[in-house]
């Protein structure tokens, strides 16, 4: 495939000075050469070799930075295209005058995750390994970051794969029994069929489950703080925010007047939602009733829910507590540092199944047990395994449901006794939505693949 050459800086992970302008395609030598000034040209030496030299502005005859310019021909690349990757040191600004410069010698500059679409579109890396970089560039938090690793590694990809291959024993089975009657009794058949796809069905349900919380970790856990005016929720986000660096602070230009914030606790990134409503009322009246409260929760994943320790549970309390019954929820008994005048049974009838965590926001008591509490709401049980596949990308997830309803549509065939070559419709489409996700049923039939595996003799 033909591609014009293209540019952008591809800061590595984590922070530094150093950054690199890469650059990709047929050209990447000629306008990489055009601005290095080195010992030899960067069109006569070996391909993945690094080499010292400087950037130069010919207009000017500046020097712009001081660099370790990496050559890497066709087709052993990320993008399978030559890439040219500067290393520089200067900082931002020279980083940016080198990548402007080569755009000056005919490079374009590179939409936001192109070089991983060329990767793709060459034939480099399968659909969901592609996707995983694009996640990988766009993850908040260390965990998001493992679980946008180890799809690029393609962990999915064997997984589902795995799924395709007892699909297509299954139909080897049936096409068997179709065929030669004689030969296959029909009842194992059906038995077999039974029991593979009532795995697969399993199997993509455990996926979906993961996925739900690999959406999480891409997103960020919508989280709320409610609660009566003075019990302490500017404190409580502010402990959060302060104790554990907000990843992110912006406005993201969708909604006018929510600022998010995004907190990593224990690799649970919290959306902390509407933070704008809390701290505006910081010194003035309170402004955050109960409606006000009603609307955020409807948005929220997780409502962390403060009452005061140091006085009765008011009206007010006992709504915001019934209008955050069907969320996730953590109770905060704020203010412990002063005497008990709360009704500690009636706040533990009210809570049901929420946890119960006791703070000292001004003593800086409880906010341990507080992270535990939602770690362990977001990370159950098998959950916590740390290469697990989780499926964060939404297409992945539409088609995982598809597949889930196809593969039980069969088992319900099954049990009504229709034929199986009836049955057969179902698992073959199960395998080609499953192919979707890795991208590579479009072009190739399953029929064609059971030939090539099994030799059916047709
Ligand atoms: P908000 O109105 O719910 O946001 O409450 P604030 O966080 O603004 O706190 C109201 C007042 O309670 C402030 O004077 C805080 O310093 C104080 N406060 C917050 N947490 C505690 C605590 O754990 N103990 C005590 N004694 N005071 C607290
Ligand atoms: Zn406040």
Redesign the pocket.
């Known amino acids: 495939m033909e591609f014009d050459t293209i540019a952008a800086i591809s800061t590595p992970m984590g922070e530094g000075a150093i950054g690199i302008v890469r650059i990709s395609g047929d050209q990447a030598l000629d306008i990489a050469d055009q601005i290095y000034v080195g010992r030899h040209s960067l069109k006569e030496v070996s391909s993945h070799t690094i080499h010292y030299g400087h950037i130069k502005d010919l207009d000017n005859d500046e020097v712009v930075d001081e660099v370790m310019v990496t050559v890497l021909h066709a087709p052993k690349t990320f993008t399978r295209e030559t890439i040219v990757e500067i290393n520089c040191h200067g900082g931002i600004v020279p980083l940016n005058r080198v990548l402007q410069l080569s755009l000056r010698y005919g490079a374009r500059i590179a939409e936001p995750g192109e070089f991983t679409k060329r990767a793709f579109m060459n034939g480099r890396i399968d659909l969901s390994q592609a996707e995983g970089v694009m996640d990988l560039i766009r993850a908040k938090t260390d965990r998001a970051m493992n679980v946008a690793m180890s799809q690029v590694k393609g962990r999915l990809k064997t997984k589902i794969e795995s799924l395709r291959q007892a699909l297509l024993e299954t139909v080897a089975h049936v096409e068997v029994n179709i065929d030669y009657p004689e030969y296959d009794a029909e009842e194992m058949t059906s038995d077999i069929l039974r029991e593979r796809a009532s795995y697969v069905e399993k199997e993509i349900e455990k996926l979906l489950r993961m996925s739900q919380q690999g959406k999480i970790l891409r997103e960020g856990l919508s989280t709320v703080i409610i609660?009566?005016?003075?019990?302490?929720?500017?404190?409580?986000l502010n402990s959060l925010v302060n104790e554990k660096k907000a990843i992110v602070t912006d406005v993201p230009g969708t909604t006018r007047d929510v600022i998010e914030e995004y907190v990593n606790i224990r690799g649970v990134p919290l959306r902390l939602l509407d933070t704008a409503g809390?701290r505006e009322?910081?010194d003035v009246v309170?402004k955050i009733g109960v409606e006000r409260s009603r609307e955020v929760v409807k948005e929220a994943e997780l409502v962390l829910l403060?009452l005061n320790h140091?006085e009765p549970l008011t009206e007010e309390d006992e709504q915001l507590f019934s209008i955050s019954e069907h969320r996730d929820r953590i109770v905060i008994m704020?203010?412990?540092?002063?005497d008990q005048k709360i009704d500690m049974d009636a706040v533990y009838e009210k809570a049901g199944s929420s946890p119960v965590i006791s703070?000292?926001?001004?003593?800086d008591k409880g906010i341990e047990q507080l992270e535990e509490a939602i770690a362990n709401l977001f990370f159950t049980g098998e959950l916590e395994a740390e290469d697990f596949t989780y499926v964060s990308n939404s297409r992945h997830i539409a088609l995982l449901h598809q597949a889930k309803d196809t593969v039980a549509q069969a088992t319900t065939a099954l049990d009504e006794g229709l034929p199986l070559d009836m049955v057969q419709i179902d698992v073959t489409r199960t395998w080609e939505l499953l192919g979707e996700i890795i991208g590579d049923s479009v072009n190739e039939s399953l029929i064609d693949q059971l030939f090539s595996q099994f030799c059916l003799g047709k």
């Open positions: 609660g009566r005016p003075n019990v302490g929720k500017s404190s409580l809390i009322t910081e309170e403060v140091h704020n203010k412990t540092d002063q703070t000292s926001l001004i003593e």
